[in-house]
């Protein structure tokens, strides 16, 4: 949402304003942009996770202090802040430029909590105790395939609304789905 909304503001701007700097400027939106798009093509685009969906998240998830956990594509950073409140070592990672930075800044007021900007395929997750994502069905399929064998037995993935196709929930609480790697 934010990309298309900084891609429009970028062609506003070359028809209002018809300088040197008018492109300069519309491309350094655009180039804020990129990533966002290709989040949309890998991932999924921005969508905040409704707050009782979160709290059902947290819940299924049951982090403990001291554990590892890990948000894919954490977006404003709200479950990567909730891990590091209940004493875990959390780290969130994200794409978009926008989501980025805001929760970047956010990030400056939670202690133990760690925003980094990238892409998470490229990640290696053998030690993560609880893993949050909220994915497209294809992307959830790849996460099953790429991610999911990786991942140490005991580690707690926590969906939100979409599921695994060959690897049966341990247990759901509204949108959020539970899964225990075996």
């Not at 554990?67 to 994200?94: N, P, Q, W």
């Amino acid at each position: 949402m934010l990309e298309a909304l900084l891609i429009a503001c970028a062609f506003a701007l070359l028809q209002w304003w018809s300088s040197p700097w008018s492109y300069v400027a519309a491309g350094i939106l655009l180039l804020l942009c990129l990533p966002g798009v290709f989040v949309m093509r890998g991932a999924a685009p921005f969508v905040s996770t409704p707050r009782s969906t979160m709290q059902a998240m947290l819940r299924l998830a049951a982090i403990r202090p001291g554990e590892r956990v890990v948000d894919l594509g954490c977006g404003d950073g709200r479950l990567v802040f909730a891990a590091a409140k209940e004493e875990a070592s959390a780290t969130g990672y994200e794409m978009s430029v926008p989501a980025y930075i805001i929760a970047k800044a956010r990030s400056l007021f939670h202690p133990g909590a760690r925003i980094c900007f990238g892409n998470f395929w490229h990640q290696n997750y053998d030690d993560v105790d609880v893993l949050f994502c909220y994915f497209l069905k294809d992307t959830m399929l790849d996460f099953e395939a790429r991610i999911w064998p990786s991942l140490k037995p005991g580690c707690r993935v926590v969906s939100h609304a979409f599921t695994m196709k060959d690897v049966p929930a341990e247990k759901k609480e509204g949108d959020a789905v539970l899964y225990v790697k075996k």
